[in-house]
């Protein structure tokens, strides 16, 4: 059974920083795709940034360019999500997700398995 769960969210003022964790279980497939979306209440979900275990190739949103890094430790089979200059427009729910195999896109349907979420809440 896979399970992902995250951590590390929080309240930080504008211009802050957050490191996001998705330590996640269960993957059997020697190829997947681990990815970081968020939901602002009222909208939908989004895509930020996806990884995939071989080649630890990344994918990004335009919105999160220049400011978000993912990354991932083997090891620990975690995720990680450093989000730099932080804005109050990001704030909202993060959720990792995972898929098994490479994801070319970071389209939720894409997606199979889903963590509970973290909250993430940026002021002004």
């Known amino acids: 059974q896979v399970q992902l769960v995250e951590s590390g969210g929080g309240s930080v003022q504008a211009g802050g920083s957050l490191k996001l964790s998705c330590k996640y279980s269960g993957i059997t497939a020697s190829a997947y795709s681990v990815a970081w979306f968020r939901q602002a209440p009222g909208k939908e979900r989004e895509g930020a940034a996806r990884i995939y275990n071989l080649g630890e190739s990344t994918i990004y949103a335009d919105f999160v360019k220049g400011r978000f890094t993912i990354s991932r430790d083997a090891a620990k089979n975690t995720v990680y999500l450093q989000m730099n200059n932080l804005a109050p427009e990001d704030t909202g729910m993060y959720y990792c997700?995972?898929?098994?195999?490479?994801?070319?896109?970071?389209?939720?349907?894409?997606?199979?398995?889903w963590g509970q979420g973290t909250q993430v809440t940026v002021s002004s």
């Open positions: 997700a995972a898929h098994v195999g490479y994801s070319y896109s970071l389209n939720a349907t894409s997606f199979t398995y």
